[in-house]
């Protein structure tokens, strides 16, 4: 999480305004940390309890893509 932080403000950007995907152990503090944390499908279960939405997909759907066009489908996304 440390890394992150000093990305975010090195580029001037909010952490609330991140979407973080994940599946593993590993995972667990960059989905919290980030403003949407996303659980891929098949996500361990103590990932899927800390994200804020479990996608219907796994990484073999493509399902960071997919939800990344639902995001921006529902406009939760910004431009640049």
Do not use: W
Request: hydrophobic letters at 35%; one cysteine or more.
């Amino acid at each position: 999480g440390t890394g992150l932080v000093e990305l975010c403000r090195h580029l001037d950007i909010d952490v609330a305004e991140l979407v973080a995907f994940g599946d593993g152990d590993n995972d667990k503090e960059y989905l919290q940390f980030a403003g949407l944390g996303v659980a891929m499908h098949n996500a361990r279960d103590v990932v899927k309890d800390v994200a804020d939405y479990v996608t219907p997909y796994t990484n073999d759907d493509d399902g960071v893509v997919r939800e990344l066009d639902r995001l921006r489908g529902e406009s939760r996304l910004t431009p640049d």
